[in-house]
């Protein structure tokens, strides 16, 4: 059975940090591109940042300069930094994890954790 669990959102003032981690198992987590993703109140989800099985990175730019991903292949978990918080930065954050082959893609997506950013 796949999990992804979510922590370390909470409530932060504008121009603070947060460190998201995602902890997976059931997968075999150095196989896949991980990311997260964000759904505001009213909109859709969006990708903020992605990091593929070889370690690339790939940010929305809304975040760029202030939000790194990162991987532990080691311990099966994956983090979003994020820095100078903004109001617009609210929303649930979710984990994915991605992995793609000739055949079939096979995607799986965590509870999501609240963030939320007050001016």
């Known amino acids: 059975q796949v999990q992804l669990v979510e922590s370390g959102g909470g409530l932060v003032q504008a121009g603070g940090s947060l460190r998201l981690s995602c902890a997976a198992s059931?997968?075999?987590?150095?196989?896949?591109?991980m990311g997260w993703y964000r759904q505001a109140p009213g909109k859709q989800r969006e990708v903020v940042a992605t990091?593929?099985?070889?370690?690339?990175?790939n940010y929305a730019d809304s975040v760029k300069g202030r939000f790194t991903i990162s991987r532990d292949n080691a311990k099966s978990t994956v983090y979003l930094q994020m820095n100078n918080l903004k109001p617009e930065d609210t929303a649930v954050y979710y984990c994915?994890?991605?992995?793609?082959?000739?055949?079939?893609?096979?995607?799986?997506w965590g509870q999501g954790t609240q963030v939320t950013v007050s001016s």
């Open positions: 994915n994890a991605r992995r793609a082959t000739i055949i079939k893609v096979n995607a799986y």
């Open positions: 059931g997968i075999i987590f150095g196989d896949n591109a």
């Open positions: 990091i593929t099985s070889g370690g690339s990175t």
